[in-house]
């Protein structure tokens, strides 16, 4: 059970769920551990400190109105976390794309909050969805303007794609939480 501890801090503390069903798939080649093993240590252990400590500076949200995904793929939720120092090839910040469906989550650099970078690296995350068979319907943008300024190129680049902001003064939940634990 202490891998399964393991495996969830190196994973970046995906939820029980998510853990289980990666596990269920055999999406981890050569890992022995199954489902079981997380609901024995989340009973054993009880539940992850570091995910209670992420959680305590977040205000309430409301719940969700909106459908859960229809597949991998299908809505992604996107935010940028600045590098602490800038990487070979001079990039500053990264943009964070995190699956709804499967949790599964991609970090893709870019070079400045201007447009073009950015809408490279996002462009770069969809293609890489499409390219593994999957069908992006849905991108959520925490209500960032150089986010923001994304919406019309990115319209007209993949036509088809629904486009939406969360509330001003929130953060995109889903991948916030990523961000956050990702940057420590």
């Given at each position: 059970m202490q891998l399964a501890h393991q495996l969830?801090?190196?994973?970046?503390?995906?939820?029980?769920?998510?853990?289980?069903?990666?596990?269920?798939?055999?999406?981890?080649p050569?890992?022995?551990?199954?489902?079981?093993d997380v609901t024995n240590m989340r009973e054993r252990d009880g539940p992850c400190t570091t995910c209670i400590q992420a959680k305590l500076h977040q205000k309430s949200m409301p719940p969700s109105v909106t459908p859960p995904a229809d597949g991998v793929g299908h809505t992604l939720t996107l935010d940028l976390a600045a590098l602490p120092?800038?990487?070979?090839?001079g990039y500053t910040l990264a943009v964070v794309a995190v699956d709804e469906r499967s949790g599964f989550f991609d970090v893709v650099p870019a070079k400045s909050k201007?447009?073009?970078?950015?809408?490279?690296?996002?462009?770069?995350?969809?293609?890489?969805y499409r390219r593994n068979g999957h069908t992006t319907s849905a991108l959520v943008f925490d209500p960032e303007s150089a986010l923001c300024a994304l919406k019309l190129p990115l319209e007209?680049?993949?036509?088809?794609?629904?486009?939406?902001?969360?509330?001003?003064?929130?953060?995109?939940?889903?991948?916030?939480?990523y961000v956050q634990t990702w940057h420590q």
């Open positions: 969830h801090l190196h994973l970046n503390h995906p939820s029980d769920e998510a853990l289980k069903a990666v596990l269920s798939g055999g999406h981890i050569g890992c022995h551990l199954t489902a079981k120092c800038p990487t070979f090839g201007h447009r073009s970078p950015l809408l490279d690296a996002v462009a770069a995350v969809i293609t890489s007209m680049a993949f036509p088809g794609i629904t486009i939406s902001f969360c509330p001003p003064g929130q953060h995109a939940q889903r991948v916030e939480r």
